[in-house]
């Protein structure tokens, strides 16, 4: 069983950064697709980004320009970087990842944003 924890998040105002990670239990390299998703409040869970084996990656678009998503392969640890931050990006943050056994998925981690 993959285990998948993030941190990272918090309170922010409009205008500021956060870096979430999502740190694995096992290696990284593993996984076909890397993703971040989001849920608002009172809102559908959306996919945010995702990073291939490969290292592509790709973006909803009300994120792009302002998003960013990196892995370590060495600390097993992917990453989303939060540039400019919006009131509407507050929402739980979560990650997951799809390997051979299936899909996974983090517990999530808040990020708020003040106007």
């Known amino acids: 069983q993959v285990q998948l924890v993030e941190s990272g998040g918090g309170l922010v105002q409009a205008g500021g950064s956060l870096r979430l990670a999502c740190a694995a239990s096992?290696?990284?390299?593993?996984?076909?697709?890397m993703a971040w998703y989001r849920q608002g409040p009172q809102k559908a869970r959306e996919l945010v980004a995702t990073i291939t084996t490969d290292g592509n990656t790709n973006f909803r678009d009300s994120v792009k320009g302002r998003f960013t998503a990196s892995r370590d392969n060495a600390k097993n640890t992917f990453y989303l970087q939060m540039n400019n931050l919006k009131v509407e990006d507050t929402a739980v943050y979560l990650c997951?990842?799809?390997?051979?056994?299936?899909?996974?998925w983090g517990q999530g981690t808040q990020v708020t944003v003040s106007s």
């Open positions: 997951s990842v799809i390997g051979a056994g299936g899909s996974y």
């Open positions: 096992e290696s990284i390299s593993r996984f076909y697709t």
